[in-house]
Nanobody, 125 residues
Framework: QVQPKESGGGLVQAGGSLMLSCAASGRTTIVYAMAWFRRAPGEDREFVAAISSSGSTTIYADSVKGRFTIPRDNNENTAYLQMDSLKPEDKAVYYC??????????????????WGQGTQVAVSR
């Protein structure tokens, strides 16, 4: 298995940008699909974005479409979440997930085996 580790969280003003990184350590000879989920205070975990193992397929939650992108660098076993035009409602703990997930299930958290500890993102008005 692989162990994802997030970094890059912090405080940003509304309208600003932030980039999260997810570095995968462990069994990196296998390339996994990777995704970002988030949990806001008092809310359930929700899907944000995902990218297939090949990088050919990306999907986004409607709430972030057009503002967030999820590139990956397989040479570095790292996925990113570039967040632009941030809104106060984007405030949450962001989690990276990795797994051997079929493309049709990329947005479904239950299909991911490996999860990071999370990184906090706060957006001020």
């Amino acid at each position: 298995q692989v162990q994802p580790k997030e970094s890059g969280g912090g405080l940003v003003q509304a309208g600003g940008s932030l980039m999260l990184s997810c570095a995968a350590s462990g069994r990196t000879t296998i390339v996994y699909a990777m995704a970002w989920f988030r949990r806001a205070p008092g809310e359930d975990r929700e899907f944000v974005a995902a990218i297939s193992s090949s990088g050919s397929t990306t999907i986004y939650a409607d709430s972030v479409k057009g503002r967030f992108t999820i590139p990956r660098d397989n040479n570095e076993n790292t996925a990113y979440l570039q967040m632009d035009s941030l809104k106060p409602e984007d405030k949450a703990v962001y989690y990276c997930a990795a797994g051997g997930v079929n493309t049709i299930h990329l947005s479904e958290g239950c299909f991911y085996d490996c999860w990071g500890q999370g990184t906090q993102v706060a957006v001020s008005r």
